[in-house]
């Protein structure tokens, strides 16, 4: 009798003895971004937690917190789900601790395009691709006889032809928002436009020269396609100008594609809407976008415990073959047994078409923060380009000299 | 009251304002007086999923070495403040000479973030502050002369725009005015103006938070001169009824030298408030055509990814000056006024 108990209890927690990793203590306790695919991501590294603590705080504002609470001792959190560019305050400030170790005890099922080194040292593990490409309604471009937009110049002709017809007021969206959506927008462009922020070998920055007047002027015109509130639209608000139908070309993050293409709003448009790769600019032929990554980093000023435990329930996720097969949808996974989707069309043009990744420098931080408020007006038509780029340039040396940088 | 009663009534309050108060105000100060050490980079190989790349990085075990030595950072003096986001003194000089016209000097200036917040705090200062006390007096004043059985309700709902929290009232008007909100889209219509918007003109930006800030700051004006009015005596109304004097003689001779001393009060509070004015640029995403000196220091602090303490610093402290000058007239007024009742 005992026997058979046994093995039917065997039976039973045999198979939950496949997701939980045997981790005996520590606590886990993890500050991430806030969509699906992480949610997901944190959710698949919970299933293995064993008898550890396991916390998450999932925030839009965690680039706020990250700094703060990583550089208490012993930090709040003990992992920080990070991107190429919010490593690097975690790295400028030495708040994250070197993965080595930890990846060759219990990194198994991670591959090596996987790690992010520097200077030969693991600092993060990353698990999904991120970028910004074109999304189209087929059903306006097929009825005006527009071909798929593959430049922006392209994108700016057929929005002023859909104007023209009077079907839409404003055809394009891209996330304007003054401050860091902004910003990123200049950064795709200038990006595209073949640009270098700063001169080679130093922090002086290099952007008041005919590409960065360039890359204001194409703004502006697409700002002029846009919803005149564009300065106050992010990611989310232009997403829900999409599924209103007010807009027939757009630029957005493919990790959007999922809300937007779920069954929520009205079918027509989410049956219309197409993805595409993102588009080159003033005939360039990288595109005119950033590749994202977003990885796992460990909080250096927290116990060896705590780091051990996260890790292996955090490497869980970040090799989890049915993780990746169920949310396939959520993401561009860079975890093995990744079948893309239709909804990965962005993010695998980008890389394909040889998109750059987002410059992961100390001092690029400063420079996404002056371009966010200072290129504002010039957009609003109160400032010339070589005017508002000398004044980013300006705004950022200052903060650079604040900061040791120059 | 006699000076030590006062004392040991005071001490608890003074010693709570001392720690929480006067103590942040002063590292406050220090830290306006520091930069960042000399950052140590070094060229590094790093790899992505994406490909590998040369390019640098902090070196932590020598800027560890550094920041211990003097964890404060690097004396600046007052660096901060004179540097092109601040007071930018060299800038000034530079327009000076340069520039042909005195407009075009104007231009410039006004084209320093500092400035450009500056002017913007005081724009909206000057028009809500005395906007707010008319407007709250105005209120207090009607209030005052409708029926009793009514006055409860209606007061209530006169000071709703105070209970609305400040962030969801702005808000809501924020969704109201967008181009395709009920008043975005009605304006529209009247202007015969389909590009028309409120949210990316600045001067309707401008205005939109102006009409806010006084919609949400008349209440408080309005509650404390509501008290004040029922502490006026009848009897000299009375008499000036008696004497003919009309109800607007009756208000400047009788009812407004009563309350004056409230009417300060009032105008110092709303001076100091709207100097801080912050929830408004966040509510209505103002910040491409609307920066406070408070927003200055909130994007320093948390808008970017490396935190600049020293530039938050030096704006705060320099908030503080603005305030000290601000209410210096009134300050001095209610000295003298205090010595000669004396």
Known sequence: ????????????????????????????????????????????????????????????????????????????????????????????????????????????????????????????????????????????????????????????????????????????????????????????????????????????????????????????????????????????????EWESGNVALMTLWASRSGTLLDDEGDAKITAATKLTGPATVGGGNIPAATLWWDGFTLAKNRSDADAEATFRALAHAASNKKMVADAADQAVWLVEGFVPGPKSIGVIEAVKMGAKPYPMLPQMGLMHGALGSEIVEFLQGKESAEQALKDVEAAYISKAKEQGFL | MPNKTFFWFFLPTGLAMILFIGLPIISTGIQSFYAQHDQVVKEVKKCDPFGCTVSIVVDNEETTKIRDAKPLGKFNGFGTYIDRNHLAVDEIKKFWNETESFGAFVDQVTNLPFYKALIFTLTYCLFVTPNVLLLGFIIALSLNAVARKIRGPLIFGTILPMIVTPLVGSLVLFWMIDSQGIIGANIQNLMNDPYLSLKSSKTLTWITIIIYGIWHHSPFAFVVFYAALQTVPQEPIEAAIIDGASRLQRIKHIVLPHIYPVVTFVALISLMDNFRVFEPIIGFSAEGSAQSLSWLIYDNLVNEEVILFGSAAATSMMTIIGIAILLAPVLIRTWKEFKTAR
């Open chain 1, 1 to 240: 009798m005992r026997k058979i108990l046994v093995s039917l209890l065997f039976l039973l927690f045999g198979t939950s003895a496949y997701a939980d990793c045997n981790i005996k203590s520590g606590s886990i306790n993890i500050l991430a971004n806030d969509f699906p695919a992480l949610r997901t991501f944190v959710e698949t590294s919970k299933q293995c937690k064993g008898s550890a603590d396991f916390k998450v705080t999932h925030s839009s504002e965690h680039n706020k917190i990250a700094v703060p609470a990583l550089t208490a001792n012993p930090s709040e959190f003990s992992a920080r789900i990070a991107a190429n560019s919010s490593i690097v305050p975690l790295m400028n400030q030495d708040l994250i601790r070197p993965l080595d170790d930890l990846v060759k005890k219990y990194g198994k099922g991670i591959q090596d395009s996987q790690l992010i080194t520097i200077d030969g040292k693991v600092m993060a593990v990353a698990f999904m691709a991120n970028t910004q490409h074109l999304y189209y309604r087929e059903d306006i471009l097929k009825d005006m006889g527009i071909a798929v937009p593959t430049t922006y110049e392209e994108v700016v002709a057929a929005s002023e032809k859909i104007r023209a017809s009077g079907k839409m007021k404003y055809p394009y969206a891209a996330a304007y928002k003054a401050g860091w959506n902004l910003a990123e927008e200049f950064v795709n462009m200038f990006i595209g436009h073949g640009g270098e922020f700063f001169k080679a070998g130093s922090a002086q920055p290099n952007i008041n020269n005919a590409k960065g007047v360039a890359t204001l002027n194409m703004l502006k015109k697409l700002s002029e396609l846009s919803n005149p509130d564009y300065l106050t639209h992010d990611s989310e608000a232009i997403k829900v």
